[in-house]
């Protein structure tokens, strides 16, 4: 005990002693002829041509470490990569996504033996660059998707048939493996809006950050994470970037989940293995089923056939759509007006536009995808849905702070047959806008759901307030007969001051198509 109190006593007035010859030699500055022989002195300042001297102070010799810590060789060079690509595009590692919960636990399904699985791996893992070798815990993934998933991909195998020719065109581009295309049914079912729990949005889980840095613009109206192409375009460059660094798929495919860093780690606590099943233990839970899943998914697809998979045929194929550059902003419920086409189509054809509005931005090339049979006629007639879209917006009130009067707020109860589209139709509303009120993200709805609807003038469009306002019905008119390929607004064209919507009041219409030898009410105007 008195050794310890000597000991500190002697720390405490070297810690004195030190400081105190620190602050001395620090604060004391000498003259030429205060300089005593045999010591070391440095220059401190000069002051009006009088230099001043202070003692020099030796440097504190370096300590060696006991011991070298060793670092692993591959793992080192792949971090000092990924910061070099961290520094020169400001990527941030950001890309996380949850892959359920993989159980991998025998399962019973007797319709595929293991010698058969072995078989088929074999000969998936000869014509694939990843590597599709049998192990227990695939085998147990792949049948649990095969017993109870059974409808779910039957359901993304006609959505492939959509969005798999746009893949494979962009993943060839960039000498990616075509198979990583199912990569996007791990990671969104194939739903350019899905949104996951950490923000990470559209087919291939772009982050935000991430989006930005890969080109996604992102903003009030516009998502491009949601763009099936564009978005593919960035993952494709993404995953090329990680296959540079690391020289294996599956590893490039646990960084795209978790991390580069992730991977790395894992590889130093495996004892430097660089195999996805040797380090496989000490990923994050979530990319250690990442991998199986994505497997899983590859082998199914693969022998749908032979596991009996009846595939849904799709509305469009990819080859059935085009294409236009938008001139002026514009909304989805105008186009779905102006041609008939639903609003669901559209919004499907175009997920990228977050509130069903086409901007016009200098600078930017926004694009309308429609139904190929539908291009030309709108290409014809653009000039005349332009107008009509421009006349609707100058109309709109202006962008003022809006407040809504609890008079003119409605609640509808969802019915059979209803979706978004429609409501908003009944009411004289935007689909966005419904949305909006209710904080809708997608256009499911319930039977028996309940929303808050604030119609136009305060009331549903079919509900004329007779105390305040005259009737739209028209006390002179004509009839109109609907001929072959006539639409509400092309026969709005034909007579002065007649819109869409009055043709559909007049006559209690709620959609948009007609039939050859309908009759029509029509204002003279």
């Known amino acids: 005990m008195q050794q310890v109190k000597t000991q ?78 961290l520094y020169s595009t400001t990527l941030f590692d950001t890309i996380y996504r949850d892959v359920a919960d993989l159980k991998y636990n025998a399962v019973y399904y007797p319709e595929l033996t293991t010698d058969t699985l072995k078989a088929r791996l074999a000969r998936l893992n000869a014509k694939t660059p990843f590597n599709v070798e049998y192990n227990p815990a695939l085998e147990s993934v792949i049948k649990s998707f095969l017993k109870n998933r059974h409808q779910s991909f039957e359901r993304l195998m006609g959505l492939s048939n959509y969005y798999f020719p746009m893949f494979e065109r962009e993943l060839d581009n960039q000498d990616i493996p075509l198979e990583m295309k199912y990569l996007a049914i791990v990671e969104s079912a194939l739903k350019p809006r899905a949104r996951s729990r950490v923000g ?36 494709a460059t993404y995953l090329s970037r990680l296959y540079k660094l690391f020289g294996d798929w599956d590893l490039a495919l646990a960084a795209y989940n978790s991390g580069p860093g992730n991977v790395s780690k894992a590889i130093r606590r495996s004892g430097g293995y660089q195999n996805y099943w040797n380090i496989r233990q000490n990923l994050p839970r979530e990319t250690a089923g990442y991998v199986p899943a994505f497997l899983a998914t590859m082998y199914i697809f693969e022998y749908a056939k032979e596991h009996g998979f009846v595939q849904h045929r799709p509305e469009f194929h990819l080859i059935e759509t085009d294409t236009i550059h938008v001139k002026q902003m514009i909304t989805l419920d105008q186009v779905s007006e102006f041609t008939g086409v639903e609003i669901e189509t559209l919004q499907f054809l175009n997920p990228a536009y977050k509130l069903d509005i086409i901007p016009f931005i200098e600078g930017k090339n926004y694009t309308l ?116 390929g006539d639409s509400l607004w092309s026969i709005s064209q034909k007579f002065t001051g007649v819109s869409v919507q009055n043709i559909k009041d007049w006559n209690d219409i709620s959609g948009t198509k007609l039939k050859p030898g309908m009759k029509l009410i029509i204002s003279k105007g």
């Open 8 to 85: 500190i006593v002697l720390i405490i007035l070297l810690s004195v002693s030190f400081f105190g010859y620190t602050q001395e030699n620090s604060n004391t500055r000498l003259t030429q002829d205060q300089l005593i022989a045999g010591e070391d002195y440095v220059i401190d300042t000069i002051i009006d041509g009088q230099a001043y001297f202070k003692k020099s102070i030796e440097a504190l010799q370096s300590v060696e470490l006991p011991k070298v810590l060793q670092d692993d060789a591959f793992a080192s060079n792949i971090d000092k990569k990924w910061l070099d690509e």
């Open 369 to 484: 995808r429609l139904p190929r049979a539908i291009i030309g006629a709108f290409v014809n007639n653009e000039d005349q849905l332009y107008a009509h879209a421009k006349a609707e917006f100058e109309k709109r009130e202006k962008p003022l702070p809006q407040f809504f009067n609890a008079d003119t707020k409605t609640r509808y109860t969802v019915k059979q047959g209803d979706y978004l589209g429609k409501i908003a139709r009944k009411y004289g509303v935007r689909v966005s806008q419904i949305k909006q009120w209710n904080g809708l993200r997608s256009n499911n709805l319930k039977i028996g759901q309940r929303l808050t609807i604030y119609p136009r003038n305060g009331v549903a469009v079919k509900k004329p307030i007779a105390s305040t306002k005259k009737s739209t019905k028209p006390t002179k008119g004509e009839t109109y007969i609907v001929q072959q």
């Open 200 to 235: 990470a949005t559209g087919l291939w889980q772009f982050m935000f950050a991430t989006g930005k840095q890969y080109g996604l613009d992102v903003s009030s109206y516009v998502d491009e994470r949601s763009d099936p192409i564009k978005s593919t375009k960035a993952a």
